[in-house]
Every structure is written in C-alpha cells, then in structure tokens.
C-alpha cells in the first residue's frame, strides 16, 4: 500500500510569489491534514480536509489556502511569500471519519525555500 | 507548540531506559499522541492515549494522567537508532493535532 505522497519534494521561491503544494493520501483515506514544521516553532496545524470540506482551520493568515478533491488528494497554496513561509509543509492523512481522531499517516514533505 | 511543553534535548547511552515527560493544557482534550521522527524524514506514530495508565507496546511504553495534564515516553534498551526527534501532540479537533516543539534525544555507545 503506498503512502502519502507529496510534491515537490523541494522548490525555491522568491518573496511574492506564489506556491501550490500537492498531497495523495493513502488509497481509502478521507481525511487529509496540512502542517508547517520550523526549527524554531516545530509542527503548526494549518488546516483539515474531509470530503472536499475544510472542517478544521489553524491560526494561519489568509495567505494558506487549500482544498481538496473528490479522490480526497489535496493541495494547498501559499500567495504573496514571504521569507517566514521558508519552512518543511507536511501532509497527513487518516481513515477516520468526520470528526474522530485517530493515527495520522505524514508524508515526506515538501521543503519550501523563500528567497 | 502552544500549550505543550516537553524538554529541547535529552542524552542517553545503548541499553538505558529514557522517559521524555510532556505537559499539556487540559481544557479541550481529546487524546495525546506521540511521533518518532528522525533527521529528514515524515513523524512516524508511537502511540496514543486517552484513558489514564500506561500503554506497553514493546520497547516503547506511554503513560497519561488526565487529571494532571501530564503524559511520558518511556524508551527501554535504547538502541542507536532510538536517536530521533520524540514529539508529543494533543489531539484538539478531527485530525488537527497540537505539537510540542519536540525533544531531540541522542543514544551513544
């Protein structure tokens, strides 16, 4: 059974741009989840999809953005970047229903270099 | 992380016993969790605890005391490879999980 895949795995930008971040969560899972991970402030909840319906949203900026499809794979976008946004974004995904909590599976990551 | 609150960095030598202690605010809580996560790679599931006690499952035990706000990660017969990143993490809504900043412990020989 393949596990959660993100991509990139790396990409660099510059201050102002914009990133779109993708996630295929393992075959059967519903639920995807997206977090920041920084030296400096660890993993930061940013927001939960469940049936293409964001249920939960972390103390973000309207900055992040994200949605999710009817085959449950994700994406989440990051507008006007800037240098704070550098930072390891990882996506996890559960086979729990709507409002349960369980084990999340994480993917690799997708490593984001602001310039 | 807010609200949780685990020790930076932890030092062990091979064949020790370690406990990583993790305190956390109460109100909301829906379960604690803790993930393994080594230099570059994706937090790998460790445990879960709801209910007060402990939770054996062969090397690594977790303990949680509701009451108190407190869990621990106990690593027994420390290996090298035990050598990772232990984060602790409440759970708060659906999958939205809140995560200690984490705490690095390093096994030598």
């Known amino acids: 059974k393949a596990g959660v895949t993100q991509t990139p795995r790396y990409l660099i930008k510059t201050r102002g741009q914009q990133v779109t971040l993708s996630c295929s969560p393992i075959?059967?899972?519903?639920?995807v989840s997206w977090y920041q991970q920084t030296p400096g402030q660890g993993l930061q909840f940013l927001f939960e999809y469940f049936s293409e319906t964001q249920r939960n949203k972390g103390n973000f900026p309207g900055r992040f953005s994200g949605r999710q499809f009817s085959n449950s794979r994700s994406e989440m976008n990051v507008s006007t970047l800037e240098l704070g946004d550098s930072a390891l974004y990882l996506c996890?995904?559960?086979?729990?229903?709507?409002?349960?909590?369980?084990?999340?599976?994480f993917g690799e990551g997708s490593r984001l270099t602001v310039l | 992380g807010q609200n949780i609150d685990q020790p930076t960095e932890m030092t062990a030598t091979e064949g020790a016993i370690v406990q990583i202690n993790c305190t956390y605010q109460t109100s909301g809580f829906n379960g604690l969790f803790w993930y393994q996560q080594h230099a570059g790679e994706a937090p790998t599931f460790l445990s879960y605890n709801v209910l007060d006690g402990l939770e054996e499952k062969g090397r690594f035990s977790s303990f949680l005391s509701r009451s108190k706000g407190y869990s621990y990660l106990l690593l027994k017969e420390l290996q090298m490879k035990d050598s990772a990143s232990y984060l602790c993490a409440r759970s708060q809504a659906g999958t939205a999980l809140i995560f200690g900043k984490g705490t690095t412990l390093s096994v030598s020989s």
């Open positions: 075959s059967g899972h519903r639920s």
């Open positions: 996890a995904s559960s086979y729990l229903t709507s409002g349960a909590t369980g084990e999340l599976f």
